[in-house]
């Protein structure tokens, strides 16, 4: 019996020995808070092997909205915020909710719509081809969900002189959806659409879609990433974390990402500083 019980510890000795790398090998992995586009551009499929090859850490993304993903960071159940509204990001380190915000890259945003162009807004600028939509009463998807491209979006109506708070267009509609999803319905709907670039470029589903403006100034989409700010909530994975940072804004991560490309084309341009 007293052999048997000798037997027993050591027995649950090792497995504890053996466990114990495991679970911290487990453990290893951050968080990230991210954008549909970045996830349904194909990116984060080119990007994230590579840090886990060089690190050894896991990546998680949670893909949403750039409003949701800064709540995700807010509230703590996130490791990184990596998004686009540069407005937003600035006020999320404002109020303590990152110590850091870190450009990595950007690329534009474009006006797709149906090749026949109802509202005729091909080689417009960004502006005057949203006022002509809006009077043409064509279908016009709008994102709806707090993302970097729907807070664009209303940034550029405002601009355009109309209030969709007092009244929308006849044809606009929201989805509250991801950038894949607003594409499928402004494809089923012939209707147009804002979208980022990369999303587009690795989107199937185009139908009888087109770019029809594409260029202007106002349609520039940069991304940030920001490390939570561990003082706001003690569970973030500080060092982990700041290593994806790090790597990201490194030559090496920076190289991963210009190397992304659909059919020659690059979906984003590093330029982190």
């Keep these: ?32 808070a991210s954008t549909t586009s970045t996830e349904q551009s194909g990116l984060f499929k080119h990007l994230l092997p590579a840090f886990t090859r060089a690190s050894g850490i896991e990546v998680r993304v949670v ?42 890259m950007y690329n534009d945003f474009v006006l797709v719509g149906p090749k026949a162009d109802p509202a005729q807004v091909r080689g417009a600028d960004i502006v005057a081809g949203l006022s002509k939509v809006a009077q043409s009463g064509q279908p016009f998807i709008s994102r709806g969900d707090r993302s970097g491209t729907h807070s664009a979006e209303l940034r550029l109506w405002k601009q355009a002189n109309i209030d969709l708070a007092a009244a929308k267009p006849a044809g606009y509609k929201e989805c509250g959806c991801g950038m894949g999803p607003a594409l499928n319905m402004g494809s ?86």
């Design 63 to 104: 893909a949403v909205g750039t409003g949701q993903a800064l709540d995700l960071g807010r509230r703590g159940d996130a490791d990184v915020v990596f998004v686009h509204d540069t407005a937003a990001e600035e006020k999320f380190v404002a109020e303590g909710w990152s110590e850091k915000r870190y450009p990595v």
């Design 188 to 273: 089923a709907l012939n209707g147009y659409v804002l979208t980022d670039r990369g999303t587009w470029l690795a989107f199937k589903n185009r139908g009888d879609l087109v770019i029809l403006v594409e260029g202007d100034k106002k349609l520039f989409n940069q991304y940030g990433v920001m490390l939570v700010n561990p003082a706001k909530h003690p569970q973030v994975k500080k060092e982990l974390g700041q290593r994806f940072v790090d790597w990201l804004v490194s030559p090496a991560g920076q190289a991963v990402i210009a190397g992304y490309q659909i059919e020659g084309q690059p979906l984003f341009f590093p330029n982190a500083r």
């Design 1 to 32: 019996m007293i052999k048997t019980r000798h037997f027993l510890c050591a027995l649950l000795a090792l497995s504890g020995a053996l466990a114990a790398p495991l679970a911290q090998a487990q453990d290893k992995f951050i968080v990230v």
